[in-house]
């Protein structure tokens, strides 16, 4: 994620035992005529972040639930969220060079999830970076982060070549096959964004609502987003995640920011990302003259 961007609009979301602050769409400023894009403010979907991790590491496993668990109890997990979602400072990250002489900490990630992961330069930020530096430091390790494309984070996992991924990952079944899920640390949800002149939405109160419309849509509409995310099952389909799918077409980009520059020049009718990264990236489009 993360993919920015420095300014949200927040509401409280739940995660599990504690709550955690989650990105309002309205941050698309859907009252300004003038907005380029906004974000729907309803939820299409409910899901659970959580740190994918090496089926052949249940000691790693151990000590990912046993950081989640304390950190929700101790209230670090709540300032981490505020550096992003309120009047915080986000901390920086570094990663060392990879180093098989060395005991490290190896993590996968898609650095354009904004605010989970991204980078300025070549420090990484980010909800999933702080608490990975966290975790490698519960350790005991030097903290290697490996930036690659979403769809391939949990495959990196899977064959060995990273200790765990943490990129915003939602639970499935699927995934599940390839990686040990921790206990869930984000409540999440998919959210529409559109043009900001588009009033096609405006009077939907619910997700039903929304998903009326987008049920009347044919192949002829294209919807974007990110490669591998639930955004693009949602459109697609998938009895994983029990999402029957849309008759409308999916376009997928290397990441959220990418798809949302080409609904503003009409390559594509609607976007639908994670909410946090929607509110971001609207953010930052919106800000800028």
């Not at 995660?15 to 941050?27: D, K, M, R, V, Y």
């Not at 959580?50 to 997990?77: H, R, S, T, Y």
């Amino acid at each position: 994620m993360k993919l920015a961007k420095k300014v949200f609009v927040a509401v409280l979301a739940a995660a599990l035992a504690i709550t955690c602050f989650a990105g309002c769409s309205n941050s698309g400023d859907q009252t300004n005529a003038q907005a380029k894009v906004k974000v729907i403010d309803i939820e299409l979907t409910n899901e659970e972040y959580a740190f994918g991790v090496d089926k052949n590491q249940p000691e790693l496993m151990e000590e990912a639930n046993a950081l989640i668990q304390e950190i929700k109890e101790n209230g670090q997990l709540d300032e981490i969220c505020n550096h992003y979602f309120a009047d915080g400072t986000p901390v920086g990250v570094t990663s060392a060079a990879e180093d098989s002489s060395k005991d490290q900490l190896i993590v996968a990630t898609n650095a354009e999830f904004e605010p989970f992961e991204y980078k300025q330069g070549d420090t990484f930020y980010g909800i999933d970076m702080e608490i990975a530096q966290l975790l490698a430091d519960r350790l005991g390790k030097e903290l290697v982060i490996k930036d690659m494309q979403f769809d391939a984070v949990l495959l990196s996992v899977q064959q060995g070549k990273s200790d765990i991924g943490m990129a915003g990952l939602t639970v499935s079944e699927e995934r599940q096959q390839q990686v040990d899920f921790t206990e869930s640390y984000y409540a999440a949800s998919q959210k529409l964004i559109v043009k900001g002149d588009d009033t096609t939405f405006d009077d939907c109160q619910t997700a039903e609502d929304v998903v009326k419309i987008l049920n009347s849509f044919d192949s002829s509409v294209n919807i974007g987003g990110q490669n591998g995310t639930t955004g693009q099952s949602y459109v697609q389909g998938s009895e994983d995640l029990g999402f029957p799918g849309l008759n409308a077409t999916f376009t997928g980009y290397s990441n959220g920011s990418l798809a949302v520059q080409d609904l503003i020049n009409g390559g594509v009718q609607y976007v639908i990302i994670d909410a946090a990264p929607a509110a971001a990236i609207t953010e930052a489009i919106n800000s800028v003259a």
